[in-house]
Nanobody, 121 residues
Framework: QVQLVESGGGMVQPGGSLRLSCAAS????????MGWYRQAPGKQRELVAV???????NYADSVKGRFTISRDNAKNTVYLQMNNVKSEDTAVYYC???????????????WGQGTQVTVSS
């Protein structure tokens, strides 16, 4: 089994910063893409940022220049540094990972349980 555990959510004022972490553990041979998604009340889940195993990144237009995704492959951990946050960034943030559990297995996508980020003054 594979578990993804997020941490670092909370309440922050507009213009402030927050850093989310997501650690993958369990039966893992390798991890391809890792990403962050978010879901605000009444809205669909949307991609925030994704990073490949080689370090290439892609961001939603709404967070470009404010958020930075990074990863530590040795720790199977992905991070999301959130700067200059806005009220519209309020959402539950989920991480996901494309995991290969053995050298012979295919890729499966796993999700974390979500962490709440609230931007409010």
């Amino acid at each position: 089994q594979v578990q993804l555990v997020e941490s670092g959510g909370g309440m922050v004022q507009p213009g402030g910063s927050l850093r989310l972490s997501c650690a993958a553990s369990g039966s893992i041979f390798s991890i391809n893409d890792m990403g962050w998604y978010r879901q605000a009340p009444g809205k669909q889940r949307e991609l925030v940022a994704v990073i490949t195993s080689g370090g290439s990144t892609n961001y939603a237009d709404s967070v470009k220049g404010r958020f930075t995704i990074s990863r530590d492959n040795a720790k199977n951990t992905v991070y999301l540094q959130m700067n200059n946050v806005k009220s519209e960034d309020t959402a539950v943030y989920y991480c996901n990972a494309e995991v290969r559990r053995t050298i012979l297995s295919g890729l499966n996508t796993y999700w974390g349980q979500g962490t709440q980020v609230t931007v409010s003054s």
